[in-house]
């Protein structure tokens, strides 16, 4: 029999993303050796299996929509390619795509030359980034207890993919004052206006650049230095780059970041794969050229938003549209804003989407850890333009998902080198 349960909101919400970008996050782990691949798939078919998600359907009705949950084929996510233009493959491997309707929700490719490449490709339908690292180590963790010729750790499934577990810990006075401040940061802010072209999807890919630990360091060290977070540093670098490449000169331009809600819960009451990541929107004067004086703005800003209440701001407008109005209605309404931004009617806030950390010790298969990792997010619509760092053995890799006609091409190879001067000038 055929399992199902109903989508959480934070669910659907990714879903109705998928209209402007193909909404993926992709862990990368290079190795300089080779894993035993025997061990590797039983580890991966045990880890599937405490999660089915991975293998579930997403099912759209007029009034509500819901996860479908089929047998578990481990040959319908996993792959084992030997290549000796293993550069192409991972290549082609990043880029492909899931559907959503017909699942699985996950695919993950061991590619092999002389070495091994191990890609970790997941719809954000599903999860967050902290999910897909989460699914990462628990993944090496069966490896490792298969290696030492144990069963693996098998745990029984109870579906916990909701935010209520969280929205059950504030009063209903603070679900009152939390609409309030939503509603009050809803006024209408310029953002940058875009530079890329919104008509032709061409070539889908990505441009990365990748910071020593030396870079990192002094990011890392100035940030301390002025009571800011690497993330505070990054969104004001961040600023500078747009607002040099742009010449935008509104008085105020909007970012959006994002934010880790599984602080506030216990491990127990959530799903490794689960929707907990919160999205804030920040205005930023144009008018000023101190990076310093921008940054303690920033910093005092995501401080605040870092308690549990601001973290949640957003929940309770989005819980009581999910009830006011059918499940297609709600899609609609995402969906035509997202039109006008595809069309070139409406400008979105570009965004930042820090991973963090990829831990070294949880990523240790028998001895064996990759000598390179990072985390790719969705390839965009150029509508949108998203960073997306995470950091590995103190490397920093910086990211853009997007297509890359000619001219975009232009622009975002100088949007990254704009991205490296504003580093050397400013963080010293």
């Not at 600023?239 to 970041?257: D, E, M, P, V, W």
């Not at 333009?385 to 622009?411: A, D, M």
Request: hydrophobic fraction near 35%; proline fraction near 3%.
């Amino acid at each position: 029999m055929v399992k199902r349960i109903s989508a959480p909101m934070w669910d659907r919400m990714q879903v109705f993303c998928e209209k402007i970008a193909d909404h993926q996050i992709r862990l990368v782990l290079h190795f300089d050796k080779i894993l035993d691949e025997k061990i590797f798939k039983r580890a991966l078919e045990i880890t599937l299996k405490n999660n089915p998600i991975t293998c579930a359907n997403y099912v759209e009705k007029e009034k509500d929509a819901f996860w479908e949950f089929p047998e578990i084929n481990i040959d319908d996510i996993y792959t084992f390619k030997l290549s000796q233009k293993s550069e192409q493959l991972i290549r082609e491997t990043i880029l492909k795509r899931i559907d959503t309707y017909t699942g699985p929700q996950i695919k993950i490719s061991l590619i092999r030359s002389e070495t091994d490449v191990l890609i970790l490709n997941c719809n954000h339908s599903i999860t967050d980034a902290a999910g897909v690292k989460e699914f990462m180590y628990e993944l090496t963790q069966n490896y490792n207890c298969i290696s030492q010729e144990n069963t693996g750790n098998y745990q029984s499934y109870i579906p916990s993919r909701s935010l209520k577990v969280l929205s059950k810990q504030l009063s209903i006075k603070e679900k009152i004052d939390l609409l309030g401040l939503m509603l009050s940061g809803k006024k209408s802010a310029p953002t940058f206006q875009k530079l890329v072209d919104l008509d032709d999807l061409q070539k889908p890919g990505f441009k990365t650049y990748t910071y020593n630990p030396s870079e990192f360091k002094r990011i890392k060290e100035f940030g301390k230095q002025h009571n800011a977070t690497v993330n505070d540093v990054l969104l004001v670098i961040f600023f500078f780059t747009l607002k040099r490449i742009s010449g935008n000169s509104n008085q105020t331009n909007r970012l959006a970041y994002s934010s880790d809600l599984r602080k506030f819960l216990e491990q127990t009451d959530y799903d490794t794969l689960s929707n907990f990541s919160a999205i804030h929107n920040i205005d930023i004067d144009n008018n000023s050229d101190d990076f310093l004086e921008i940054l303690k703005k920033v910093s005092a800003f995501t401080k605040k938003r870092k308690q549990k209440r601001y973290n949640l701001v957003d929940f309770p407008m989005m819980v009581f549209l999910f009830k006011l109005l059918s499940y297609q209605k709600c899609k609609n309404i995402f969906h035509n804003e997202f039109n006008k931004i595809r069309d070139g009617k409406s400008n979105a806030s570009p965004s930042l989407s820090n991973i963090g950390i990829l831990e070294e010790e949880k990523l240790n298969f028998n001895k064996l850890v990759p000598v390179k990792a990072y985390v790719l997010g969705g390839i965009n619509h150029p509508g949108l333009l998203q960073l997306v760092t995470s950091t590995y053995r103190n490397y920093l890799t910086i990211s853009i998902g997007s297509y890359f006609n000619e001219k975009n091409e232009v622009y975002f190879s100088g949007f990254m080198e704009e991205l490296k001067m504003v580093i050397n000038e400013k963080v010293v």
